[in-house]
């Protein structure tokens, strides 16, 4: 099983090559769905690394901090690694990228979902959010 870095990575140079502008916030929304997306058609985490709930939604540490030097800016890493996307994973790219930054806000912390369970009002923040609340978010959607 790849790591979250390996998608992050896939998904900045899918981006890249298709020329979209991509921010940190967008990768962490975009990670989330695709975790979401596998556990919803395959019944398994796309990889292990975990979500944590902060509050502009769902991030995975490791990738967060790697790319949080570009701030609210576009990510400008080169990646020279070759494209393993899914035709489904880059329609749910092509999807995201067609969407306002803060609209993949809101469909990350919609009420009652695994961020919004895992947050709590601020008092879950940093707390890992369970792929198991992750998975019975997508099969309720």
């Excluded at 900045?12 to 975009?30: A, F, M, R, S």
């Excluded at 979500?51 to 769902?58: I, L, S, T």
């Excluded at 790697?66 to 690694?81: F, P, Q």
């Excluded at 329609?91 to 993949?104: A, G, R, T, V």
Aim: charged share 20%.
């Amino acid at each position: 099983m790849k790591n979250a870095m390996f998608y992050a990575k896939q998904v900045i140079k899918y981006c890249h090559e298709n020329n979209h502008k991509i921010t940190n916030l967008q990768l962490q929304k975009i990670l989330y769905f695709l975790q979401a997306q596998n556990l919803r058609f395959y019944n398994e985490a796309l990889f292990e690394d975990d979500f944590v709930a902060y509050e502009y939604g769902a991030i995975i540490y490791v990738v967060y901090n790697n790319y949080s030097r570009y701030g609210a800016y576009a990510i400008a890493d080169d990646i020279a690694d070759r494209l393993e996307l899914s035709y489904r994973q880059k329609s749910l790219i092509e999807n995201c990228m067609n969407l306002n930054p803060f609209k993949l806000v809101d469909m990350n912390t919609q009420v009652g979902g695994a961020w919004y369970k895992t947050f709590n009002n601020g008092a879950g923040i940093g707390e890992i959010i369970d792929k198991k609340l992750i998975s019975l978010e997508v099969t309720t959607a």
